[in-house]
């Protein structure tokens, strides 16, 4: 029995023009109970799609479950320390990469340049512009505020490719590195993961609903332990082979409202 759902956005939720379709609104109309975001995006980069969705007051779960908000409060939350910040940004700068970080509300880019375009085309959030040196210096005179929930590395695949391999090797067990695609690299906190998010949420806000009750939406590997966990995971058709072998259930493209097909043939009979 479906007693909440769950969805990653980007490759899942969203159709060919980065946002809801009317089909999939109505179908996530249709189905009462409660509905959660769960993304490697910023918080704000969220609204928008919950304002869409009519779920404005409902939790989030953002940077791939290292931040969990309900309205201004902060249920639970792993932050990069700032002597892994420092050590991160040095690495991305070292191969010339655009450098991201990111914390709750905020985002800090070096420059408008093409990465930061596309984020902000993507996310409909802009970003506030700085040199890192600052950047750097803020988060270090903050540091009762926590760290980075997120640092993003964008940029050649190849040099991408050098840093990884070189984070990973210095700071591999403090930090989460993944791939989300070959020129992007998103770090988040060592422990980050949907799941345990998703787990957090249940026990702090809806101590009624197992996980077994749940039906959660993925395609990347940042999906797969949360679609695994659930009752009802289901990978639409373009989620990576991992990701489809720890669904239960397979529907239609991210672009053609894989979400909203397996909906409508499916909520009811498990309502």
Request: charged share 25%; hydrophobic share 40%.
């Amino acid at each position: 029995m479906i007693q909440l759902f769950a969805t990653d956005i980007d490759g899942t939720l969203l159709d060919t023009n980065r946002f809801l379709s009317d089909r999939t609104r109505q179908e996530l109309g249709k189905l009462l109970v409660p509905k959660i975001l769960i993304s490697a995006r910023m918080p704000q980069a969220m609204y928008y799609l919950q304002e869409a969705l009519d779920i404005i007051n409902a939790p989030l779960i953002c940077y791939n479950g290292a931040l969990v908000l309900h309205g201004s409060d902060v249920l639970y939350e792993l932050s990069i320390p700032y002597e892994e910040i420092e050590k991160l940004t040095e690495i991305g700068q070292e191969y010339g990469l655009h450098v991201a970080l990111y914390r709750n509300q905020e985002w800090f880019v070096p420059a408008m340049d093409q990465w930061a375009k596309r984020e902000e085309h993507n996310t409909r959030v802009t970003p506030s512009v700085e040199e890192t040196s600052v950047t750097l210096n803020y988060f270090k005179q903050t540091q009762d505020q926590g760290g980075a929930h997120k640092i993003m590395f964008m940029g050649d695949e190849v040099l991408m490719d050098a840093a990884f391999a070189k984070a990973e090797q210095l700071l591999g067990p403090k930090v989460h590195l993944y791939r989300s695609k070959n020129t992007y690299t998103e770090i988040t906190p060592s422990g980050t993961s949907k799941e345990v998010a998703l787990r957090k949420l249940l026990e702090l806000r809806y101590p009624e609903v197992g996980m077994k009750n749940v039906v959660a939406f993925g395609d990347n590997y940042n999906d797969t332990d949360m679609l695994a966990a659930v009752g009802y995971g289901v990978a639409v058709e373009n989620a990576r082979e991992v990701v489809k072998k720890a669904a239960r259930f397979i529907t239609g493209h991210h672009k053609e409202d894989g979400v909203a097909l397996w909906l409508e043939q499916n909520a009811q009979k498990n309502a």
